[in-house]
């Protein structure tokens, strides 16, 4: 019995942890992550890049609305938009598909 509200039918495993494609259950077995986390850890698990830039952001500030404005935020949009040759395009960062939306 769990007291959490069944919106999703599981599977029967607990992951532990993650390295690359591949996921770990509870009992270390192995499996091959092949919905990269509903589309999150597309790098794969334990990134070395990815988690290294997650531990310096987090120890600066975890989270920062978009109600005030972010520096590293617009210094991206710059970017993008240098890259793609869409100099006056304006960009939206959410961070889900119902905000996307």
């Known amino acids: 019995m769990t007291n959490l509200l069944q919106t999703y039918n599981p599977l029967p495993i607990y992951l532990e942890r993650g390295e690359g494609a591949f996921v770990f259950d509870i009992n270390n077995k192995k499996y091959l992550d092949c919905i990269c986390g509903i589309g999150v850890t597309n790098l794969g698990h334990n990134y070395p890049a990815v988690t ?21 935020q617009e210094d991206l949009a710059a970017k993008l938009a240098n890259i793609t040759g869409l100099n006056n395009a304006k960009t939206f960062f959410g961070n889900s598909g119902a905000e996307a939306v």
């Open 52 to 72: 290294d830039v997650i531990k310096l952001q987090a120890e600066k500030i975890l989270h920062v609305s978009n109600l005030v404005k972010i520096k590293s």
